[in-house]
């Protein structure tokens, strides 16, 4: 069974870092891509960016080039989101997503993430 | 960036087919994918190729794609369906998939 494990949720202050991961198993973590999507409350799926772990190739969405950070350890079958300085308007659900070609397959259960003073 | 166009809402009464459309430049030509996504949970790949649906997800979704407009069809619509659901493209110019802005479907 394919599963993608999210991190807990975080309650963070604005200006400071955070990295949430994702684990996925079932499957050959090579073979398939992984994204993450943010989803603000009450609103739409946003694209932020994709990594191919056989790789390492990551590309970014335009509107979150230089906001984020993707990274992967293949060794542990993990992708994560990294934030070096968080704003309350990174306040929202994050999933990770996976898939082989042009669809997700499969979703994570979404990080949720509280930027607040 | 390929932009994907959906009716914020879409009303329905239980027993009837409810039709959702996705319009994009010449959507005919890519391949469409439908998400749904209900309150509280992650989203759920329902119908992908246009027409093709994963296993487990009921016959009574299927989809089509003509021109500029393709559009998700849940026949017998019943209150379970209620759910925001979400048409996707890949992109192959800047290489990520892009999603059309969500409709919720409500079940009267």
């Known amino acids: 069974e394919v599963q993608l494990v999210q991190s807990g949720a975080e309650v963070k202050k604005p200006g400071e870092s955070l990295k949430i991961s994702c684990k996925a198993s079932?499957?050959?973590?090579?073979?398939?891509?992984i994204g993450w999507v943010r989803q603000v409350p009450g609103k739409g799926l946003e694209w932020m960016g994709i990594?191919?772990?056989?790789?390492?190739?990551?590309i970014y969405s335009p509107s979150f080039q230089g906001q984020v950070t993707i990274s992967v350890d293949k060794s542990i079958s993990t992708a994560y989101l990294q934030w070096n300085s968080l704003r309350a308007s990174d306040t929202a659900r994050y999933y990770c997503?996976?898939?082989?070609?042009?669809?997700?397959?499969?979703w994570g259960q979404g990080t949720l993430v509280n930027v607040s003073s | 960036s390929y932009v994907l166009t959906q009716p914020p809402s879409v009303s329905v009464a239980p027993g009837q087919t409810a039709r959702i459309t996705c319009g994009g430049n010449?959507?005919?030509?890519?391949?469409v994918q439908w998400y749904q996504q209900k309150p509280g949970q992650a989203p759920v790949l329902v119908v992908y190729?246009?027409?093709d649906r994963p296993s487990g997800i009921p016959e009574r979704f299927s989809g089509s794609n003509s021109g500029n407009t393709a559009t998700l069809s849940i026949s017998r619509v019943e209150a379970g369906d209620e759910a925001d659901y979400y048409c996707?493209?890949?992109?192959?110019?800047?290489?990520?998939?892009?999603f059309g802005g969500g409709t919720t479907l409500t079940v009267l």
């Open positions: 997503a996976t898939g082989v070609a042009v669809r997700i397959d499969y």
């Open positions: 079932g499957y050959s973590f090579t073979n398939n891509w």
């Open positions: 990594v191919y772990p056989v790789d390492s190739d990551i």
């Open positions: 010449n959507i005919a030509s890519e391949s």
């Open positions: 190729d246009e027409s």
């Open positions: 996707q493209v890949w992109d192959f110019k800047s290489e990520h998939p892009v």
